[in-house]
């Protein structure tokens, strides 16, 4: 079962453009909600994350939103640039194992 | 500091052939895992490590197997390739998976076809 759901699949933004990628989680022993950019031929890598004590976090163009009562999260790219175009993963971590789970992806373009 | 390396980069098999993909993590992390990744199916893990001598499985462990000899090295073994495991790998560790904020830091990958 998919215990993270990640949409949209792809997006297409301009160049300054905010996109918004959502991510909604069923277990609610997560406490730990990290997202990863990937670029092609690359292994992911953190960008940014939150706990679930905290509404919102961010980190230069970077914003995660994180709705505990609705167990959803959002990632908010400000100003977005061509270098921006990844794959992005949303993730969550916690519960008896803290298994590291991860959604299925969405693929970023900024287009200039 | 090398962090996470993989061998091999690419990799082609023939259906039923056996291999060891190979992970290695210089940064002295107790978590280690291996993950596979798919077209729309993102990233799924396969086995995970919480120290030497401990492993266990992940959501998709059916064809493979792995140990934990050393706190440096998860090798992955397809012990009879299938078209189906058909994918990109991926070893990731960490500092201490019992703590939160622990980064999970990537390995490049190692690309997979089974023919």
């Known amino acids: 079962q998919q215990q993270v759901k990640q949409s949209p699949q792809s997006l297409i933004v301009q160049k300054g453009g905010i996109p918004i990628i959502n991510c909604a989680y069923e277990n609610t022993a997560f406490d730990y909600f990290p997202w990863y950019q990937q670029f092609p031929g690359k292994g992911p890598a953190l960008l940014i994350a939150i706990r679930p004590d905290v509404s919102e976090k961010k980190e230069g163009r970077f914003t995660i939103s994180f709705n505990k009562s609705a167990k959803q999260f959002s990632l908010h790219i400000m100003d977005s640039q061509p270098g921006d175009s990844a794959t992005y993963f949303c993730a969550a971590r916690g519960g008896a194992t803290n298994k590291l789970i991860f959604g299925t992806g969405t693929l970023l373009a900024v287009q200039p | 500091n090398a962090g996470v390396t993989q061998t091999p980069k690419f990799q082609v098999l023939k259906t039923g052939q056996s291999m060891t993909l190979q992970c290695a993590q210089d940064m002295n992390h107790e978590y280690m895992s291996w993950y596979r990744q798919d077209p729309g199916m993102g990233l799924r893990l396969i086995h995970y490590s919480v120290g030497a001598g401990i492993t266990d499985q992940g959501e998709v462990p059916n064809g493979y197997n792995v140990s934990r000899s050393t706190t440096e090295d998860f090798p992955l073994r397809l012990l009879s390739a299938a078209p189906s495991q058909t994918s990109v790998y991926f070893c990731?560790?960490?500092?201490?998976?019992?703590?939160?904020?622990?980064?999970?830091?990537f390995g490049q990958g190692t690309r997979l076809t089974v023919v």
């Open positions: 990731a560790s960490s500092y201490n998976q019992g703590a939160p904020n622990t980064e999970a830091f």
